[in-house]
């Protein structure tokens, strides 16, 4: 967990009364000696850390010594300087290994003996790859450059001693100890440890979209207890002594301590650290000290470069290029052998040259020579290609409107550049499911308190009708803000799903009413209404009546009489909405208030007193702590006597109290007036829409005093999770109105009393392992320390129990939380989130005790997470439970369409969820992964030899099944697999941790390749690793993961193609994406289109260019049987090198770029299609063999069709190898022609211009080059044999033989075999449509009753509980 | 509208281009356009072919081997090295009348011409007439580079030194009459050649610029003095050495000696009987090879060549039969899907 949780720490210490000036102004003498000689040993000792002094602080010497080797804040991100680049550049390029290889045949043309062509020749190739890739280096070098430059030059307000202030300095010249001094809006320059903020409660926000692309402001706390607060800043005499870890890359976690001159010691968290690269928000002023500078900040070692993935199809690639050096050396021998052979029978003759060299010598010598000649057939050239035909590929991607989301305004994001075609051969689809299959956008659907259910059917009415309008809107295209959009809905999915009828009660005639109703407001709505959507939650009437009886004025206590809740409840109810409004890290903010400050508190006396009465009355926890007396008095005298009390224990407040009772006064009257104001604004405002008619209409809790709804809808939460914000505004809904935020305090509005000042103890924050957070607060009523839990029911249910006490108050709680199981089941059933809230109070000494050790915990650098999570463990034990609510999560649109074409592509689509089995089985049965008459297999169990049994007894069960389903296939004439039905295993957690054991594992393979998909349920983030690269691994299958969240990183990045979808849990799954797109539709076209055409595209290149090397390079061998095998070559030697640079190469790019072997309409509609490229049918080794082979014929054609022409003529040897050229070009060029599924008029262009480069470049160099290029002078041969008939009679002759079997080939293929495939992809179709259509009416008929999950009733009980449906 | 285009900045352009929409040609999905395209090829092959082979019919060729390996051969006792300017004589007779213009070659088999070697081994700018190249010739050239006193060959390298020497003359016997048929030596080399690539260095006397120089070891005579006959065929420039420099593509192979285009062998030999006197100075014993002397007319596609007619009708031939196999593929296929 990335999260950057703010944690809170209070560590009080008696020096703090000291207020403003504090203990640094105290005079420097034995302090200072004695810090001295007890801490200068250990900080240059433990290697392990950073020890900070201010820079221009007393402690200069210390300073100097300690900070010396501390990078200062220049980056530098260039790899290159001037003088370095052309040296550190051909170092790096030479890295390479096709560098290496032209740079081997480069140097080896030097050597004499073996010298094939001018030396200058086969540099070239060398030369213009290292140039291209040079220029290409240079030029991201200067960009760099210019970034740094800008960055480094930025200027920022640094405290000098000598002047006693703050000068303008640029970015660049921080170091590691200055002060730095921001505003507003300014980018943090380094990694600032928090001193001061301008903001009293001493916090300020930063946003951290630079880093991790998260808006939401996150609040930053200044390092506690220190005396800058609120006093001027004496700087130059700061003498604290700062140590903390060594750089790492770890943004969420930072420790350290502050030491003091006394010898005091504060515990430094990452909530105190200011990040490099992020903004200050919502704060005047802040200073900082500066840790981290430079590359050593966060944000830097953060930065890494872009991700290098190595495609399965490339590693195809190198056995087959593996190949090609065989054959290279198999002609190179065959040549020195026959070189040899052919010495060895001569006498001395006038044409030879060199008589005395030895035939074997000579041979050998001929060796290189032809390595030399026939280098192009190790296709170097090709990996240079395949990168650039990658970028095109990712270009066309990147610009694919199917994959743009317009109400984010946000493309896909291929962040990896080199995997495109190992999209089209996934065969294992890994999910998660919040966020990926569903929307993310929490909406409170439904509670239940003290075991009382309260459905909410009018928020479930209100949902429907915002589908309708989402959908009414989608067509009249509004734009939307990225904050409140990005909900498109999907309502005909979920109304799909059968067992969440409840959830859907509209048919579509009621939503088509709806909308009538509706358009009317539709237009007005637009702007503001997505919000609302998750803002807005219509109450219960039941609940809102319960809640009325607290704000009456008079309580009927005892009364028992129906529809009257008892106090008890009203407990239960109140603590509930307090909880939800308190329990999270919701940060508040409003539009109109730039900061985020706690508006003064304000209690309406007149029902306070009789609340108090009640909770002391009929609590059933002893709330006797707090006597009547104290809280009895006016508003603000009843908050300082909290504060007051406060004070008695071994803590303080910093905030002194009388800042707050003394604004609160005026401040109450300002908002007395305010509150008016805003509710007639409001009356007249946006919200006189539908919503307060149909308020109106149905339940009585508009007549609520208007100064009870004031300023509401102004205010904006900031949530870390969008779970967190939907339960706020769920309490919102309720009048329980979370307002503002500090370090120390809420401000909450309680209905019918008023807005509190809740005090805020701790924060326990979310943490994945413990599944649930908690706040400890003092209870604004009852005075009493308090601890709220919110978490997983399978937690929470653990750690509550029933309360000690009377039989009468055990049997209330047992019914409770019987009820609140049975409600949880059933939220879970209807595809509800979870979550239980519950409360404990503490004994003050029981707090006490567990301070101490939090205290200690917080302030300890070593493993303080594990001591965190220990203290509160020990907090969150004996809970009472309250209730639980259900939060709607919907599917994203197109989800199960999605899924459906996935399938039938031959993908197995896995879910990998945190959630619960019932939740996650109902959205499988949403989005189609689970179908009606599918078999489920469920498998949870409590220790490995139940694991182990129930793994063979489902693999029976599978058997079984299959075995039953043949012969009852046979019955109607099918086999099996035309069938719909499949099985589908359902895991949860520890049944995956199991079976994920090396023993068994084997097993869980076994079983769940014979199933049509997987739900792994309650699933770490760590097991959804394992489980990809379990499957991965054993299977050898190309698996692809998808998730949003943090917990989705791990398994994105152990899967092959990773894909982030950026939707509304930060970032942390884009930045480790190899992918990132917004929507899971998105997946369809990327998979079934792109992938497969970027595969089959990238696969067909390969052959193409190995085809294209293989045969032209065997002209050259061929011609070596008539000429001694003496490595002469009937071209110019620079067309020779120019036919694979120049005139050859960019056919193969856009051969690789734009091609489309299917249309994308039809792979988007016949899936089955994608198995082709799946099972790479394209580049299969037969393939190779099958490409090379026809090199060979051609080559054959094209060297004796001339030969035999020419044979015996006066033929001279460049007039030769003239038409050889010119039709081993045309050959090539037509062959892509053929090979081409499409050609437009780019193809045409490029094949134009090809052939003409050739023949202008030949010609012209015949006319031009008079004695350039010996020893192949190509003076007067090329205008020569172009004017000849002969030379146009060969070309014709030689291209068409060449390419008569490619061309015979290729039409009774395309005649045959692709008309086939569609065919029957189509029949296939049809029949299983029709097929599921038989299904689903026989389904209907004989087992109606089935269709809800059997298992879901007690499914942890039973070890084995495999339930079959259908 | 003008406002939300310009907040969906990151929406891709909707071309055809960048959707992968444009239109495109599917090639070859369809047999209606493979059969009708081989019958069409099927068809201009076969024409081609027809006339190819009619027309290498009409070319006529007279070949005479003149190696003397065989005892009975006029030549043979040319075959002795040690004897100096032999001559032999080969007589043959015309039965028809040889039209004209008749192409006079000579012709050598297993002379490995195209070898790298030997191909590498000459100056292209000394035959370019720079003087600089006279004194110190290019390592190109080597080992025929500098003579053993180290004085500079030119024309140095391999090709020049290796230069075909047997000269010919062609007599038809009339009534027992040596009647000389004259020879045209003139442009019978590359027009780009001789006015363009070689030139003689540019002094008055041609003599003088090779002072200082040898001539090539096997040559008998100086460079400037290779055509006693025709001062101005002399140097780089003379036609024999032009045709010698252009090396042959393949180990068998001739090259143009002589047209036969004057006075009354201008319309071809007559039919009779013909003595060719042969200075046989040339060896070939020593690689196996032979040495030839061929009469031959050319026509449109050159010489007399039977493989590309017959070539271009086979392949003619099997494109019109590959049309009927597709035509009963797709018959079978194809068009029971199709209702």
């Given at each position: 967990m990335?999260?950057l949780?703010w944690?809170?720490?209070?560590?009080?210490?008696l020096?703090?009364?000291d207020s403003e000036?504090?203990?640094?102004?105290a005079?420097?003498?034995?302090?200072?000696?004695?810090?001295l000689?007890?801490?200068?040993s250990p900080q240059r000792?433990?290697?392990k850390?950073?020890?900070v002094f201010?820079r221009h602080?007393p402690h200069q010497?210390?300073?100097e010594a300690?900070?010396?080797?501390?990078?200062?804040?220049?980056?530098r991100t260039?790899?290159y300087s001037?003088?370095?680049?052309?040296p550190m550049?051909l170092f790096q390029?030479f890295?390479?290994?096709a560098n290496?290889?032209?740079?081997f045949?480069?140097l080896?043309n030097?050597?004499?003996?073996?010298e094939?062509f001018?030396?200058?020749?086969?540099?070239i190739?060398?030369?213009?790859?290292?140039?291209v890739?040079?220029?290409?280096?240079a030029?991201?070098?200067?960009?760099?450059?210019?970034?740094?430059?800008?960055v480094?030059?930025n200027?920022?307000?640094?405290?000098c001693s000598?002047q006693?202030t703050?000068?303008q300095?640029?970015?660049?010249?921080v170091?590691?100890g200055?002060?730095?001094r921001?505003?507003?809006n300014?980018?943090i320059p380094a990694d600032l440890?928090?001193?001061?903020?301008?903001d009293?409660?001493?916090v300020?926000?930063?946003e951290?979209?630079n880093?991790?692309g998260?808006t939401?402001?996150?609040?930053?706390?200044?390092?506690?207890?220190?005396?800058?607060?609120?006093a001027e800043?004496?700087l130059?005499?700061f003498r604290?002594r700062?140590e903390c870890?060594?750089?790492?890359n770890?943004?969420s976690?930072?420790?350290g301590?502050?030491e003091?001159?006394?010898g005091v010691?504060?515990?430094?968290h990452?909530?105190?650290l200011?990040?490099?690269?992020?903004?200050?928000?919502?704060?005047e002023?802040?200073?900082g000290?500066?840790v981290?500078?430079g590359h050593?900040t966060k944000?830097?070692?953060?930065?890494?470069?872009p991700?290098?993935?190595?495609s399965?199809?490339?590693?195809r690639?190198?056995?087959?290029v593996?190949w090609c050096?065989v054959?290279?050396i198999?002609?190179c021998l065959?040549?020195a052998?026959?070189h040899?052979l052919?010495?060895?029978n001569?006498?001395?003759?006038?044409?030879?040259v060199d008589?005395e060299t030895s035939?074997?010598?000579?041979?050998?010598?001929?060796?290189?020579?032809?390595i030399?000649?026939l280098?192009?057939?190790?296709?170097?050239?090709?990996?240079?290609?395949i990168?650039i035909v990658?970028?095109?590929?990712?270009?066309?991607i990147?610009?694919d409107?199917a994959?743009?989301?317009?109400?984010?305004?946000s493309r896909?994001?291929?962040?990896?550049?080199?995997i495109?075609?190992?999209?089209g051969?996934?065969q294992y689809l890994?999910?998660d499911k919040?966020?990926?299959?569903?929307e993310?956008?929490?909406?409170?659907?439904r509670c239940?308190?003290?075991?009382v259910?309260?459905?909410?059917?009018?928020?479930?009415?209100?949902?429907?009708?915002?589908?309708a309008?989402?959908?009414?809107?989608?067509g009249?295209?509004?734009?939307?803000?990225?904050g409140c959009?990005g909900?498109?809905?999907?309502?005909?999915s979920?109304?799909?799903n059968?067992s969440?009828v409840?959830?859907?009660?509209?048919?579509?005639e009621a939503e088509?009413?709806?909308?009538d109703?509706?358009?009317?407001?539709?237009q007005r709505?637009t702007?503001?209404?997505c919000?609302?959507v998750?803002?807005?939650v219509?109450?219960?009437?039941?609940?809102v009546?319960?809640?009325?009886?607290l704000r009456?004025p008079?309580l009927?206590l005892?009364d028992?009489?129906?529809?009257?809740p008892?106090?008890?409840e009203?407990?239960?109810?109140?603590?509930f909405?307090?909880?939800l409004a308190?329990?999270?890290?919701?940060?508040?903010s409003?539009p109109?208030?730039p900061?985020?400050?706690?508006?003064e508190?304000?209690?309406?006396?007149?029902?306070l007193?009789?609340?108090?009465?009640m909770?002391?009355?009929?609590?059933?926890?002893?709330?006797?702590?707090l006597s009547?007396?104290q809280?009895r008095?006016s508003?603000?005298?009843?908050?300082s006597?909290?504060f007051?009390?406060?004070k008695t224990?071994s803590f303080?407040?910093?905030?002194?109290?009388?800042?707050?009772t003394g604004?609160?006064e005026?401040?109450?009257?300002?908002?007395l007036e305010?509150?008016?104001?805003d509710?007639l604004s409001?009356?007249?405002?946006?919200?006189?829409?539908g919503?307060?008619?149909?308020?109106?209409?149905t339940?009585?809790n508009t007549?609520?005093s208007?100064d009870?709804?004031?300023?509401?809808?102004?205010?904006l939460?900031?949530?870390e999770?969008?779970?967190?914000?939907a339960?706020v505004?769920?309490a919102q809904a309720?009048?329980?109105?979370?307002?503002?935020?500090s370090a120390?305090?809420?401000?909450?509005d309680?209905?019918?009393?008023?807005?509190?000042?809740v005090?805020?103890l701790?924060i326990?924050?979310?943490?994945s392992?413990?599944?649930?957070m908690?706040?400890?607060i003092r209870?604004p009523l009852?005075g009493q320390?308090?601890?709220?839990?919110?978490?997983?029911?399978s937690?929470?249910?653990?750690?509550?129990?029933?309360p000690?006490g009377?039989?009468?108050?055990q049997?209330?709680?047992?019914h409770?939380?019987e009820?609140?199981?049975k409600?949880?089941d059933?939220?879970?059933?209807d595809?509800?989130?979870?979550l239980c809230?519950a409360k404990?109070v503490l004994e003050e000494?029981?707090?006490e005790?567990w301070?101490?050790?939090?205290?200690?915990?917080?302030s300890?650098?070593e493993n303080r997470?594990?001591?965190?999570l220990?203290?509160?463990q020990?907090?969150?034990?004996?809970?009472t439970?309250l209730?639980?609510?259900g939060?709607?999560?919907?599917?994203?649109e197109e989800v199960?369409e999605?899924?459906e074409?996935?399938?039938r592509a031959?993908i197995?689509?896995?879910v990998?969820?945190?959630?619960k089995k019932?939740?996650a089985?109902?959205?499988a049965y949403a989005?189609?992964?689970?179908r009606?008459?599918?078999?489920?297999?469920?498998a949870?169990?409590?220790?490995?030899?139940a694991c182990?049994a129930?793994l063979q007894?489902?693999r029976l069960?599978v058997?079984?099944g299959?075995?039953?389903l043949t012969?009852g296939?046979?019955?109607h004439?099918k086999s099996s697999?035309?069938?719909?039905?499949g099985f589908?295993?359902?895991?949860?957690?520890c049944?995956l941790?199991w079976?994920?054991?090396e023993d068994?594992?084997?097993?869980?393979?076994?079983?769940?390749?014979?199933?049509?998909a997987v739900?792994?349920?309650r699933?770490?983030?760590l097991?959804k690793?394992?489980v990809?690269?379990?499957i991965?691994?054993?299977?050898?299958v190309?698996?692809?993961?998808?998730?949003?969240g943090?917990?989705?990183?791990?398994?994105?990045?152990v899967?092959?193609?990773?894909?982030g979808?950026?939707?509304?849990?930060g970032?942390q799954?884009?930045?480790s994406?190899?992918?990132?797109?917004?929507r899971f539709?998105?997946?369809?076209?990327l998979?079934l289109?792109?992938?497969?055409w970027c595969?089959?595209?990238?696969?067909?290149?390969i052959?193409?260019?190995?085809y294209k090397?293989?045969?032209?390079v065997n002209l050259?061998?061929?011609y070596?049987?008539f000429?001694?095998f003496?490595g002469?070559?009937?071209t110019?030697s620079?067309v020779?090198i120019?036919?694979?640079?120049?005139?050859?190469?960019?056919?193969?790019?856009?051969?690789?770029?734009?091609?489309r072997d299917?249309?994308a309409?039809?792979?988007?509609?016949?899936p089955?299609?994608?198995q082709d490229t799946?099972?790479s049918k394209v580049?299969?080794?037969?393939?190779?063999?099958f490409?090379?082979?026809?090199a060979?014929y051609q080559?054959l054609?094209c060297?004796f069709v001339?030969y035999?022409a020419?044979a015996g003529?006066?033929?001279g040897d460049?007039?030769?190898?003239s038409?050889?050229?010119?039709?081993?070009?045309?050959?090539?060029?037509?062959?892509?022609?053929?090979?081409?599924?499409?050609l437009?008029w780019?193809h045409v262009?490029v094949?134009?211009?090809s052939s003409?480069?050739?023949?202008?470049?030949?010609?012209?160099?015949?006319?031009i080059?008079v004695t350039c290029?010996p020893?192949t002078?190509p003076l007067g041969?090329?205008?020569?044999?172009m004017?000849?008939p002969l030379f146009?009679i060969?070309?014709?002759?030689?291209?068409?033989?060449?390419?008569?079997p490619r061309?015979?080939f290729?039409?009774?293929?395309?005649t045959?075999?692709?008309?086939a495939?569609?065919k029957?992809?189509?029949?296939?179709?049809?029949d299983s449509?029709?097929?599921?259509?038989?299904m689903?009416?026989?389904?209907?008929k004989?087992?109606p009753a089935n269709?809800v999950?059997?298992?879901?009733?007690?499914?942890?009980?039973e070890?084995?509980?495999?339930s079959v449906?259908? | 509208?003008?406002?939300?285009?310009k907040?969906?900045a990151?929406?891709?352009?909707n071309?055809?281009?960048t959707?992968?929409?444009?239109?495109a040609?599917?090639p070859?999905?369809s047999?209606?356009i493979?059969?009708?395209g081989?019958?069409?090829?099927?068809?201009?092959f076969?024409?081609?072919?027809?006339?190819?082979f009619v027309t290498?019919?009409?070319?006529?060729v007279?070949?005479?081997?003149y190696?003397?390996?065989e005892?009975?051969?006029?030549?043979?006792?040319?075959?002795d090295?040690?004897?100096?300017?032999c001559?032999?004589?080969?007589?043959f007779?015309?039965?028809?009348l040889?039209?004209?213009?008749?192409?006079?070659y000579?012709g050598?088999s297993n002379y490995?011409q195209?070898?790298?070697?030997?191909?590498?081994s000459?100056?292209d700018?000394?035959?370019?007439?720079?003087?600089?190249n006279?004194?110190?010739p290019?390592?190109?050239c080597l080992?025929?580079r500098?003579d053993?006193?180290?004085?500079?060959i030119?024309?140095?390298g391999?090709?020049?030194?290796s230069?075909f020497?047997?000269?010919?003359?062609?007599?038809q016997?009339?009534?027992?009459?040596r009647?000389q048929v004259?020879?045209?030596g003139?442009?019978?080399?590359w027009?780009?050649?001789?006015?363009?690539?070689y030139?003689?260095?540019?002094v008055?006397v041609?003599?003088n610029a090779f002072?200082g120089t040898?001539k090539?070891i096997?040559?008998?005579?100086?460079?400037?003095?290779?055509?006693?006959s025709?001062?101005?065929n002399?140097?780089f420039i003379n036609?024999?050495f032009?045709v010698?420099?252009?090396?042959?593509a393949?180990?068998?192979?001739?090259?143009?000696?002589?047209?036969?285009?004057?006075?009354d062998?201008?319309?071809?030999?007559p039919?009779g009987?013909?003595?060719?006197?042969i200075?046989?100075?040339?060896p070939v014993l020593?690689f196996?090879g032979?040495?030839k002397?061929l009469?031959s007319?050319?026509?449109?596609?050159?010489?007399?060549?039977?493989f590309?007619?017959?070539?271009?009708?086979?392949?003619?031939?099997?494109c019109?039969?590959m049309s009927?196999v597709m035509l009963?593929?797709?018959a079978k296929f194809?068009?029971?899907?199709?209702?």
């Open positions: 990335e999260r949780h944690v809170q720490h209070r560590c009080r210490q020096l703090a009364g000036r504090g203990w640094y102004s005079p420097n003498g034995l302090p200072n000696k004695n810090f000689d007890r801490h200068s000792v433990s290697g850390r950073r020890t201010a602080g010497q210390e300073y300690a900070s010396k080797k501390y990078k200062g804040n220049a980056i260039t790899k001037l003088l370095t680049f052309l550049n390029q890295h390479r290994a290496l290889y032209f740079l045949l480069a080896l030097w050597v004499p003996v073996v094939a001018q030396k200058e020749i086969t540099m190739p060398l030369v213009v790859v290292l140039t890739i040079a220029i290409k280096d030029l991201e070098d200067y960009r760099r450059y210019l970034f740094d430059k800008k480094n030059n200027v920022v307000r640094v405290f000598k006693k703050y000068v300095k640029c970015w660049k010249d170091q590691v200055d002060f730095v921001l505003s507003s300014e980018i440890l928090l001193l001061y903020s301008s009293p409660r001493g300020c926000y930063i951290t979209s880093l991790d998260e939401n402001l996150k609040q930053r706390q200044v390092v506690s207890d220190l005396p800058f607060q609120g800043l004496t130059e005499n604290s700062i870890e060594n750089p790492n770890d943004l976690r930072f420790r301590y502050m003091h001159p006394n010691r504060v515990g430094l990452n909530s105190n200011l990040l490099r690269s992020c903004t200050i928000r919502n704060t002023t802040v200073v000290i500066v981290y500078a050593e944000a830097m070692m953060n930065n890494s470069g991700r290098y993935k190595r399965q199809l490339e590693k690639l190198n056995t087959d593996l050096v054959l290279l198999v002609m065959t040549a052998v026959g040899g052919w010495m060895k001569l006498k001395d003759p006038i044409f030879q008589g035939p074997a010598l000579a041979g050998f010598y001929v060796f290189w020579t032809m030399i000649v280098q192009v057939l190790i296709p170097i050239s090709l990996y240079v290609s990168e990658k970028l095109g590929q990712i270009y066309f990147h610009n409107l994959l743009y989301n317009e109400q984010l305004d896909i994001q291929c962040r990896a550049l080199n495109t075609e190992d999209l051969q996934i890994f999910s919040t966020g990926t299959l569903t993310n956008k929490m909406v409170f659907r239940s308190i003290f075991g259910e309260y459905p909410h059917e009018e928020n479930a009415r209100r949902l429907e009708v915002y589908e309008e989402k959908t009414e809107a989608g009249r295209s509004v734009t939307l803000k990225s959009s909900k498109s809905l999907s309502c005909r979920l109304s799909c059968r969440s409840s959830l859907h009660t509209l048919t579509d088509e009413e709806e909308e109703q509706l358009t009317n407001h539709i709505k702007s503001a209404f919000s609302r998750a803002r807005e219509v109450p219960d009437p039941m609940l009546r319960k809640l009325n009886w009456s008079v009927t005892s028992g009489s129906s529809g009257t008892s106090s008890l009203l407990t239960y109810i109140t603590d909405f307090l909880a308190m329990c999270n890290s919701v940060v508040v409003s109109s208030q900061r985020h400050q706690v508006p508190a304000r209690t309406p006396l007149k029902s007193e009789e609340i108090k009465l909770f002391q009355r009929f609590s059933f926890s002893p709330f006797s702590t009547p007396p809280i008095g508003p603000h005298s009843f908050t006597r909290l007051a009390r406060g224990g303080t407040f910093p905030t002194p109290p009388d800042n707050t604004r609160s005026p401040g109450l009257e300002d908002q305010t509150s008016k104001l509710s409001r009356a007249e405002g946006k919200d006189a829409g919503m307060e008619e149909r308020e109106d209409g339940t009585e007549k609520m208007p009870e709804r004031d300023y509401d809808d102004e205010l939460y900031e949530a999770s969008p779970d967190e914000a339960l505004h769920a309720y009048r329980c109105t979370l307002r503002g935020r120390e305090s809420l401000l909450v309680l209905p019918g009393i008023g807005s509190l000042v005090q805020l701790h326990l924050p979310f943490d392992n413990r599944k649930r908690s706040v400890v209870h009852s320390v308090v601890v709220y839990t919110k978490g997983a029911d937690v929470i249910m653990d750690l509550t129990e029933t000690k009377a039989d009468h108050a049997e209330i709680y047992g409770i939380r009820q609140t199981q409600h949880l059933s939220y879970a059933r595809g509800l989130r979870t809230i404990k000494e029981e707090y005790v301070l101490k050790r939090q205290l200690l915990a917080e300890s650098i997470e594990e001591l965190l220990e203290s509160a020990r907090l969150e034990t004996h809970l439970l209730g639980t609510t939060i709607l999560d919907r599917l994203q199960p999605t899924i074409a996935l399938q031959g197995k689509v896995w990998l969820t945190g959630d019932e939740t089985i109902n959205i989005c189609k992964l689970l009606p008459n599918d078999q489920l297999l469920t949870s169990c409590g220790s490995k030899e182990a129930l007894q489902l069960e058997q079984h299959e075995d039953s012969t296939a046979g019955n004439g697999s035309d069938c719909g039905t589908v295993l359902v895991t949860d957690g049944t941790d079976a994920l054991q068994l594992k084997n097993d869980f393979v076994v079983l769940s390749c014979k199933c049509k739900i792994c349920c699933s770490t983030p097991q690793s394992q990809v690269q379990l991965r691994d054993q299977l050898g190309m698996a692809l993961a998808v998730g949003d943090a917990n989705d990183v791990s398994m994105i990045q899967a092959d193609v990773g894909i979808i950026s939707g509304q849990e970032m799954a884009v930045m994406s190899d992918f990132a797109v917004s539709k998105h997946l369809r076209k998979l289109v792109h992938g497969r595969y089959s595209r990238l696969a067909n290149m052959l193409y260019f190995i090397n293989v045969m032209y050259l061998f061929w070596q049987f000429c001694g003496s002469s070559v009937m110019n620079w020779l120019f036919f694979n640079l120049l005139f050859t190469s960019v056919p193969p790019l856009i051969y690789g770029v734009l091609d299917t249309p309409d039809t792979l988007m509609e016949l089955e299609l994608y799946q099972s580049y299969i080794p037969s393939m190779f063999w490409t090379v082979l026809d060979f080559s054609v060297f001339p035999f020419y003529s006066d033929v460049l007039s030769f190898g038409p050889i050229n010119a039709s081993a070009l045309l050959i090539i060029l037509l062959h892509q022609v053929i090979e081409s599924h499409t437009t780019i262009l094949l134009v211009f003409s480069f050739y023949f202008g470049f030949v010609l012209l160099f015949s006319v080059c290029s020893p002078n041969v090329e205008t020569l044999q004017s000849q146009y060969v070309c014709a002759l030689t291209t068409v033989t060449a390419l008569l061309l015979l290729r039409a009774l293929h395309n045959l075999h692709s008309s495939a569609l029957s992809a189509q029949m296939d179709k049809e449509e029709r097929y599921r259509r038989r689903q009416c026989w389904n209907l004989h087992s269709r999950p059997v298992c879901v009733d007690n499914p942890d009980l070890p084995n509980s495999a449906m259908s | 509208m003008v406002k939300q285009e907040e969906l990151n929406r891709p352009d071309t055809a281009y959707q992968q929409r444009l239109p040609w599917q070859m999905l047999a209606g493979i059969i009708p081989f019958v069409i090829i099927g068809l201009a076969i024409g081609i072919g027809v006339a190819l290498s019919q009409s070319i006529q007279l070949e005479l081997d190696t003397g390996v005892q009975t051969s006029p030549c043979f006792k040319c075959t090295q040690t004897i100096k300017n001559v032999c004589k080969l007589d007779n015309i039965d028809k040889f039209e004209g213009p008749v192409f006079f000579y050598l490995f195209n070898q790298r070697k030997y191909g590498v000459k100056d700018t000394q035959l370019s007439g720079d003087l600089d006279f004194k110190t290019s390592d190109t080992p025929y500098y053993s006193q180290g004085k500079p030119v024309p140095c391999a090709i020049a030194n230069m020497n047997d000269t010919f003359k062609l007599f016997i009339v009534k027992g009459v009647k004259p020879f045209d003139k442009g019978i080399a027009w780009t050649d001789y006015n363009i690539k030139r003689n260095p540019s008055p041609l003599k002072n040898v090539p096997s040559w008998p005579r100086p460079a400037y003095e290779l055509d006693t025709d001062p101005a002399n140097g036609q024999d032009l010698w420099m252009r090396r042959a393949l180990p068998d192979f001739r090259k143009l000696y002589r047209r036969i285009t004057d006075g062998y201008a319309k071809g030999l039919a009987n013909y003595s060719l006197e200075a046989y100075n040339y020593d196996d032979r040495k002397v009469l007319n050319v026509s449109w596609m050159g010489g007399k060549n039977e590309l007619g017959i070539a271009y009708l086979v392949i003619g031939s099997l019109i039969v009927i009963i593929v797709y194809k068009f029971p899907e199709e209702d």
